[in-house]
């Protein structure tokens, strides 16, 4: 099954940024009113009603959670108890919760594959408590390293398989996301696996700044993922010293009043979450408010462009 490189290669030569002159349409409705959320997996030190309550206060209208070991929605924590109060707290912040993050990988042996099964059932049973009509989008990568890929993609393909069996049987959906760390680390890899597998529940996350840093502009990775997409992160990147080095939005070139721009002229109308990298909220003395406050004041005036 073969990706359209031409495309990716033709509208790449346009920069590191969005190109100037404007994407070709989507033949779609007319989008939803594209909403600015943050990922909590940026507040790791908050209690979520305190997280959920910040995030209101700033502006934002939607948020993520991070179902990842030594937040304070980890899997480890998520018992029917538990999870009901989780609940009782996100309805009475009044901020909908869109997306959960789960850090899921599709290589290993068949013991890290049940694992991540299992993983995969929680969320998706925590995701129908919160929104028993429309629950939350599950949002993961799917691990490797990238010069894995062409050994384990036939069972990488498998297994999204198996994700998608577990995700059509809980009535959720799934929106897997390339990483450019990991084995699948481009646009054409993340086209081959999802068409492979080939699952009613599975879509795309989408996030610019895994691709910048292989010279493709916003335009020329989102083009041929456009039909699939239906959770994007935001956060920019770069290369230091030959190293990968995420960064939050704004500190980088992206145009994100174009960016933004092209989404709507592709027909999204899904959530527009910022995603801090574990390499920010790491750092001694980060300040998690202070951060999603930044974010906020560097993006807002985009979206509203």
């Known amino acids: 099954m073969k990706t359209p490189r031409r495309d990716f290669l033709a509208l790449a030569a346009g920069g590191l940024v969005l190109a ?16 600015l959320g943050f990922s909590l997996y940026g507040m790791k030190t908050l209690p979520l009603d305190r997280a959920l309550a ?17 937040f304070p929605t980890e899997p480890a924590k998520l018992l029917p108890a538990a999870r009901a109060a989780m609940v009782a707290q996100i309805k009475a912040a009044g901020l909908p919760v869109v997306s959960l993050l789960v850090n899921l990988g599709l290589t ?7 694992t991540h099964l299992e993983t995969l059932d929680l969320a998706g049973r925590f995701a129908k408590e919160i929104d028993p009509v429309r629950p939350p989008i599950i949002q993961t990568i799917m691990g490797g390293k990238p010069g894995e890929w062409e ?4 069972t990488m393909a498998a297994r999204l398989k198996d994700w998608n069996t577990a995700a059509r049987r809980l009535g959720i959906k ?32 989408y996030d610019h700044s895994h691709f910048v840093l292989a010279g493709l502009t916003v335009e020329a990775s989102y083009r041929a993922l456009a039909p699939h997409v239906t959770f994007v992160h935001l956060k920019d990147s ?16 992206t145009d994100y009043a174009a960016y933004f721009r092209l989404l709507r002229q592709h027909g999204y109308g899904g959530p527009l979450i910022i995603e801090v990298s574990s390499q920010i909220f790491n750092r001694p003395g980060y300040d998690p408010i202070a951060t999603a406050e930044k974010c906020y004041a560097a993006l807002a005036p985009a979206l509203r462009a």
């Open 54 to 70: 910040e995030c209101k206060r700033i502006g934002y209208r939607t948020v993520e959670l991070a179902l990842i070991a030594g």
């Open 108 to 114: 290993g042996d068949a013991k890290a594959h049940a």
């Open 174 to 205: 799934i929106a897997v996301k390339a990483h450019a760390l990991q084995a699948v680390d481009t646009p054409e890899k993340l086209l081959w696996i999802f068409r492979e597998a080939a699952g009613s529940n599975l879509s795309l996350g």
């Open 151 to 154: 050994a384990n993609k036939v």
């Open 20 to 35: 100037g002159r404007p994407a070709r349409l989507a033949a779609a409705a007319a989008p939803a009113e594209l909403q």
């Open 238 to 253: 770069r290369r230091e010293n030959g190293e990968v080095r995420f960064l939050l939005p704004g500190e980088a070139a």
